[in-house]
T-cell receptor
Framework: KNEVEQSPQNLTAQEGEFITINCSYS?????LHWLQQHPGGGIVSLFM???GKKKHGRLIATINIQEKHSSLHITASHPRDSAVYIC????????????FGKGTKLTVNP | NAGVTQTPKFRILKIGQSMTLQCAQD?????MYWYRQDPGMGLKLIYY???????DKGEVPNGYNVSRSTTEDFPLRLELAAPSQTSVYFC?????????FGPGTRLTVL
């Protein structure tokens, strides 16, 4: 069983729809990153959170440490949100190592 | 700041050739990482370093070597390239649990 499970693997939405991507993990963590990767592009960290909820513009990330679950929500989705979103828990132990989900490929159609 | 830089962007190798993937960061981060990303798979940690002169193996170190003589640079060496090393390679650096990724090197071994 993978240490990090994301769902769904692929998601197609119409512009304006509310999007949710889920992440469950089995390792002990000190924090969790949500990463974004555009086609052929680099990787950027959207959020790092260790409890509760964070919001940047139309993006919201939540985490429940007890349930080992995190969600990424996109409100009023736009075609420019089309990308792969990767859940990456930060493992405990002091070396700031990430483990990665396989990613969710989001396509937002106009 | 340039952030994390990687060279080259693309490279084609023949089986058995060797090469070094370069990675540099100008943020004075102690932690640096090398990952590989294969289609349909999550990112995998190859090697990491917690400071100059200190390196350690990650999840998939076989076929690779690293060195860290300065805080800024963390090169990844492939000694005898094999088709299984065809992948996209990302370098990253970290401080206070925030990770910053380089733009990636796309390597093909034929």
């Amino acid at each position: 069983k993978n240490e990090v499970e994301q769902s769904p693997q692929n998601l197609t939405a119409q512009e304006g729809e509310f999007i949710t991507i889920n992440c469950s993990y089995s390792v002990g963590i000190s924090a969790l990153h949500w990463l974004q990767q555009h086609p052929g592009g680099g990787i950027v960290s959207l959020f790092m959170l260790s409890s509760g909820k964070k919001k940047h513009g139309r993006l919201i990330a939540t985490i429940n440490i007890q349930e080992k679950h995190s969600s990424l929500h996109i409100t009023a989705s736009h075609p420019r949100d089309s990308a792969v979103y990767i859940c990456a828990p930060l493992t405990q132990g002091g070396s700031e190592k990430l483990v990665f989900g396989k990613g969710t490929k989001l396509t937002v159609n106009p | 700041n340039a952030g994390v830089t990687q060279t080259p962007k693309f490279r084609i190798l023949k089986i058995g050739q060797s090469m070094t993937l370069q990675c540099a960061q100008d943020m004075n981060h102690n932690y640096m990482y090398w990952y590989r990303q294969d289609p349909g798979m999550g990112l995998k940690l190859i090697y990491y370093s917690v400071g100059a002169g200190i390196t350690d193996k990650g999840e998939v170190p076989n076929g690779y070597n690293v060195s860290r003589s300065t805080t800024e640079d963390f090169p990844l060496r492939l000694e005898l390239a094999a088709p299984s090393q065809t992948s996209v390679y990302f370098c990253a650096s970290s401080a206070y649990n925030e990770q910053f990724f380089g733009p990636g090197t796309r390597l093909t071994v034929l």
